[in-house]
């Protein structure tokens, strides 16, 4: 945690009761938590690939074959290395939620990724999406060792979370390969010192149907053409 006699207006994110925490300011905590899609999975990340017809594969099946294996020992299913990015989006103002409202206002605004963040995360692939996710979400506190970021920027944010099968490397590198997206989720905008309790990120979708807006959520601000 960041000490507030050096840096009083730092912001820390951390992993307290089952969320991500951020914390601005002395004794200022703000939760970070992927709200809830269909069925009660994590949402932006339980996302069938974008088909013209129903029942097309969820994004994480997809890419499977993208990920590298790694050495953890599964008691199910094979030991697979993801990444999870989150990015944190100077806007400059507060615009609406939704996703096209924040297309239009940072398309007039320049809004910008002030800072990222990427956090490698072992887990065990199994036939069964829903259970990996899970396992991912887990993971990733202790990845991060309970810390997002210790110093978020002054000004209104956008949070955003991306998944993918790449190691934090080649993201630095060449940036995120959009073929191996797998899940996506936002906050809305807003002044983190001024927010009390927990910032939900979260996709626009109503079912399960929703890879074309994970994939459009990871591409936003990556001056990347969509993927077809």
Known sequence: MVSPARAPLACV????????????VAQHEVHLALARGPGGSPAG?????????????????????????CATACSSGECRRTAFVFDFVETGGIPSCRAGSIAAYC???ACTVAVRRCFEVDVCVTGDPRQTIGQADAALRLASEGVILDEAPDG???VR??????DCASIERDGLDMRGIFGCAYSCPAQLD??????????????DECGQNAL?????????????
């Open 161 to 166: 979370m991306i998944g993918a099968a790449q």
């Open 216 to 228: 459009a959520c990871a591409l936003f601000l990556s001056g990347q053409d969509p993927v077809p």
């Open 156 to 158: 209104p944010v956008l």
């Open 194 to 207: 001024g927010v009390e309790g927990t910032v939900q990120l979260d996709l626009d979708a109503f079912d």
């Open 107 to 109: 398309e007039a605004s």
């Open 13 to 24: 994110v951390a992993s307290l009761a089952g969320v991500l925490a951020l914390g601005c």
């Open 45 to 69: 990340f339980f996302c069938r690939a974008p088909s013209a017809a129903g029942g097309a594969p969820y994004l994480l099946e997809l890419v499977a074959d993208r990920f590298e294996p």
